[in-house]
């Protein structure tokens, strides 16, 4: 295992007595069910209700359940059985909530991909999770054809159009995006069928609805991608559903008996938080989804907001700043606004003051990772203003701040942080060495995440282990000095690493995206330095047109340290 032994007695909970009134301070283990307890209760319960828009089109929870229904007969007509892998290659399309809930009526295992992967990525992780098909958006498809022959378990593809499941209007849009926008790449794809005619090879009759239990594997979600080989979290159907009883707990005293409430799915689909906190949290308490395809179209993406406007939104800090710089926000209506959720990567004080200023809504910040389905603290959903913090544990979670050796390391103090509960991963799926690198004695998994107990029980993340920086010795977190950069009112971006030095082992180098092109590199020190100690302020800087990023809009650091690893770093 991963090192050292903490009773559970030993751990202390302060945060229990911080949480909001009505909020439960543990997670009833007999009500955690299967994600089709969840889809059943809702589809009993909202079928009239609007579930889902897309391209100003919309789908009722019954048209959605209708449709998962057809997928999930069509399937086993293709010899789906019980346990197998189906891979989704898709953006936010309206078809792709009918097909997760299609694969886990089915019995299937959801195996979700990103769709900018190339086709080495792609290769890897359907082999690595013996996918036996795969629902690929015709735009990628091209990508899927390039590894075909080297994926030998994978029997069919089919093929979705960003129109599916939305009548007349759809086929427009099917149209528009082909021979308009020429968006979609030439390919030939050998075993492959259009997503209509595969919903046609249910026609004969419903399907035979398996017994699946809540120890039954949901989801293979693959991480680590940006930070060495990708590896799937193993998470089961109780995983995802107790995460799920989570968000309910914590959100709904403050949500109230609102049942209008519109979330925008502008988070990808195939990343744990949209996939948790926009469609399947929406799922449970019956609220509307408008579903982003490209989020980063932000001025599509702002037409879409003035069109319908927001009472949830759950983003990342990178699109936070995005919409708050683009034109047209301001017209956009913000007054049936409840919450704005961050998380996926640390957000920056500067981006949550900007857009508190712009909309009278602080960013209330969260912390999860795939691994924990995803959700393990967020805030107190009343605060006033940003509080630099990842808030209180979920109900039902414990956590500590662990030492090197091991050891509770004691409130203050900055150690790794490791979490306990409902929601966390069985394993990495066949990798055992693995889950025995991130699993301590006690049962606790290691994320690999810098964090500080605070004496109220609010965690605040320092940084990733792996992105800390040693300058002569002394600890450099990137956070920290991004932070700092981003706050600058010239810079529109930051991003912090470490690159080799002869003299202190490791300097601080920063790449920085302008707001203002008039600003300069000796500017951003000297503002630098009135915040930081000297060893960590930048000693490279350099500026760039963009950041590379993730889909989701997290800044690659690995990236950037291996473009710079071996040349010469600007001045």
Partial sequence: MGGGSISGADIPRPWLDHYPAGVAKTLDDGAIGTLLVVYDETMRN????????????????????????????????????????????????????????????????????NPLYTARELTHQLNDAGAKLIFVFENFAHTLADCLEDVPELKCGVIVSPGDLMGFKGKII??????????????????????????????DGAFQRPEVSRDDVAFLQYTGGTTGVSKGAVLLHRNIAANVLQCEAWLTPFLGGRQDHVMYTALPLYHILALTACNLFMFRIGAMQVLIANPRDVPGFIKTLQKTPPSILVLVNTLYNALAHADGFAAVDFSKLSLCISGGMATQAA???????????????????????????????????????????????????????????????PGELCVKGPQVMAGYWQRPEETEKVTTEDGFFRTGDVAVLLPDGQIKIVDRIKD??????????????????????????AAVIGVPDEHSGEAVAAYIVRKDMSVTVDELRAYARESLAPYKVPKHVEFRDSLPKTNVGKILRRELRDEVVGKNVPA
């Fill in 468 to 493: 800390m920086i040693a300058v002569s010795g002394l600890k450099v977190f990137p956070n920290e000095v991004e932070d700092v950069l981003a706050s600058h009112p010239k810079v529109l971006e």
């Fill in 46 to 113: 909202y079928s009239d209700r609007p579930a889902l828009e897309s391209f100003g089109v919309r789908m009722s929870y019954g048209q959605v359940g209708a449709a998962a229904e057809k997928i999930a007969a069509a399937l086993q007509v293709a010899g789906v059985r019980k346990g197998d892998r189906i891979a989704i290659m898709m953006p936010n399309v309206m078809a792709y909530p009918a097909v997760i809930f299609g694969i886990l009526l089915a019995g299937g295992v959801v195996v979700n991909v």
């Fill in 351 to 413: 981006v949550a003051e900007r857009w508190k200023q712009l909309t009278g809504k602080p960013i209330i910040e969260g912390y999860g990772l795939s691994e924990t389905s995803p959700l393990v603290s967020i805030n107190r959903l009343d605060i006033q203003d940003f509080t630099g913090t990842i808030g209180y544990p979920a109900p039902g979670t414990d956590i500590y701040v662990r030492a090197p050796d091991g050891s509770l390391v004691p409130p203050g103090e």
């Fill in 174 to 203: 099917n149209f528009v995006s082909k021979y308009v926008k020429k968006s979609v790449p030439a390919f030939a794809l050998r075993g492959s069928v259009r997503f209509g005619a595969f919903l046609g090879w249910a026609k």
